[in-house]
């Protein structure tokens, strides 16, 4: 149960683009549709913001975006706010029927 | 609107005990399945444990494994934690969560267990 890779950290000027990548296994992210991504405020619960690979729940802003290649799965936030400074966790199912996080990714908005 | 509100926590001896709890409103909750994932001081989410609707289906991260039952009360809407051999590196904040099409859709609030002599 290793977790899964993400950078430390990214950062972007207001109005930019960001991409963050979350590396897994075939046994994660590689072998299931199943990869959530979650933003967390300093001393808040996350919350969720892409499941299934891309699909927004209701309320959460059509800036992110969700993708997937091979092992690895990337959330794209465009039109950068203030606001998005946050840390940002991907998530998978694995094939052991438990979930793996991804280490976090502190994102800086300049 | 869905609420998840954690309780039990608190300061415990290792090799201790504590039972966590959490409340849920806001949904069908017996049909739900749910989670707990834990946080530790300055660090990142580590998925812990997660059942079935029906109280079936429990599985472990390998780091809880046989130390921590997870178990439901579909009648009091409630999930809960037990965490016995309690270790200093499972001092975390605790939340619970409702899983919604293979994600954790809701979490609660947290809920901090300090594990210290």
């Known amino acids: 149960q290793s977790a899964l890779t993400q950078p430390a950290s990214v950062s972007g000027s207001p109005g930019q683009s960001i991409t963050i990548s979350c590396t897994g296994t075939?046994?994660?992210?590689?072998?299931?549709?199943?990869v959530s991504w979650y933003q967390q405020h300093p001393g808040k619960a996350p919350k969720l913001m892409i499941s299934?690979?891309?699909n927004r729940p209701s309320g959460v802003s059509n800036r992110f975006s969700g993708s997937k290649s091979g092992n690895t799965a990337s959330l794209t936030i465009s039109g950068l706010q203030a606001e998005d400074e946050a840390d940002y966790y991907c998530?998978?199912?694995?094939?052991?029927?438990?979930?793996?996080f991804g280490g976090g990714t502190r994102l800086t908005v300049l | 609107e869905v609420h998840l509100v954690e309780s039990g926590g608190g300061l415990v001896q290792p090799g201790g005990s504590l039972r966590l709890s959490c409340s849920a409103s806001?949904?069908?909750?017996?049909?739900?399945?749910m989670h707990w994932v834990r946080q530790a001081p300055g660090k990142g989410l580590v998925w812990v444990s997660r059942?079935?609707?029906?109280?079936?289906?429990?599985t472990y991260a390998d780091s809880v494994k046989g130390r921590f039952t997870i178990s439901r009360d579909n009648a009091k809407n409630t999930l809960y934690l037990q965490m016995n051999s309690l270790r200093a590196e499972d001092t975390a904040v605790y939340y619970c969560?409702?899983?919604?099409?293979?994600?954790?859709?809701?979490w609660g609030q947290g809920n901090l267990v300090t594990v210290s002599s």
């Open positions: 299934e690979v891309s």
């Open positions: 075939s046994s994660d992210v590689g072998g299931y549709n199943y």
């Open positions: 059942i079935y609707s029906d109280g079936t289906g429990a």
């Open positions: 998530s998978s199912y694995t094939d052991i029927n438990t979930r793996v």
């Open positions: 806001g949904f069908t909750f017996s049909n739900a399945w």
């Open positions: 969560a409702r899983d919604l099409a293979y994600s954790l859709h809701d």
